[in-house]
T-cell receptor, first 118, second 114 residues
Framework: AQTVTQSQPEMSVQEAETVTLSCTYDTSESDYYLFWYKQPPSRQMILVIRQEAYKQQNATENRFSVNFQKAAKSFSLKISDSQLGDAAMYFCAYRREGWETSGSRLTFGEGTQLTVNP | NAGVMQNPRHLVRRRGQEARLRCSPMKGHSHVYWYRQLPEEGLKFMVYLQKENIIDESGMPKERFSAEFPKEGPSILRIQQVVRGDSAAYFC????????????FGSGTRLTVV
């Protein structure tokens, strides 16, 4: 079974600084997707960034970028120029390729609570 | 284009009552997923449905929980005879037929069992 591990329950960063959130996963699949979701106090789950395992290039979305190390099964999220609005719980998630019964489910890590200090 | 709509936002039930949680997927989305988030934990998969079909319910507790996604109307997650341990946030997500990425999540229903 796939598992996703986030080893940092809490992280903090100064406004305008850079922070990296860690995520490792375990899978025997070769094709899959990885995601970072943000959950602010409103509880809404917001997709931050997505990475396809077959792509060697790391995904980037404005101030958010990932460091995807497929061999090491590592998928960290870097937030540059941190803003107060970045404060939230961040979840790493995995989904295998395909649409058969279990292919569509997301497996989440336990989350990292990010605090941004002014 | 409205997002995934869940209601109610908050639901309080006494032990032994029934809870019905509703989810209207995004327009054009035919796949619905339910996840549960216990306090201080990540989201856990419960069930995956398409119109009139349960595709994967391997994450659903065997008793008291059921889900449906009828041809017309919202998807319903039903919890019978609720217990304190059912208190959690329940999230619905939807995706189109051919989804190559993540889903769109609703804002969740927080169920409190008293």
């Amino acid at each position: 079974a796939q598992t996703v591990t986030q080893s940092q329950p809490e992280m903090s960063v100064q406004e305008a600084e850079t922070v990296t959130l860690s995520c490792t996963y375990d899978t025997s699949e070769s094709d899959y997707y990885l995601f970072w979701y943000k959950q602010p106090p409103s509880r809404q789950m917001i997709l931050v960034i997505r990475q396809e395992a077959y792509k060697q290039q790391n995904a980037t979305e404005n101030r958010f970028s990932v460091n995807f190390q497929k061999a090491a099964k590592s998928f960290s999220l870097k937030i540059s120029d941190s803003q107060l609005g970045d404060a939230a719980m961040y979840f790493c998630a995995y989904r295998r390729e395909g649409w058969e019964t279990s292919g569509s489910r997301l497996t989440f890590g336990e989350g990292t609570q990010l605090t941004v200090n002014p | 284009n409205a997002g995934v709509m869940q209601n109610p936002r908050h639901l309080v039930r006494r032990r032994g009552q029934e809870a019905r949680l509703r989810c209207s997927p995004m327009k054009g989305h035919s796949h619905v997923y339910w996840y549960r988030q216990l306090p201080e934990e990540g989201l856990k998969f419960m069930v995956y449905l398409q119109k009139e079909n349960i595709i994967d319910e391997s994450g659903m507790p065997k008793e008291r929980f059921s889900a449906e996604f009828p041809k017309e109307g919202p998807s319903i997650l039903r919890i019978q005879q609720v217990v304190r341990g059912d208190s959690a946030a329940y999230f619905c997500a939807s995706s189109p037929q051919e989804n190559v990425g993540g889903y769109t999540f609703g804002s969740g229903t927080r169920l409190t069992v008293v």
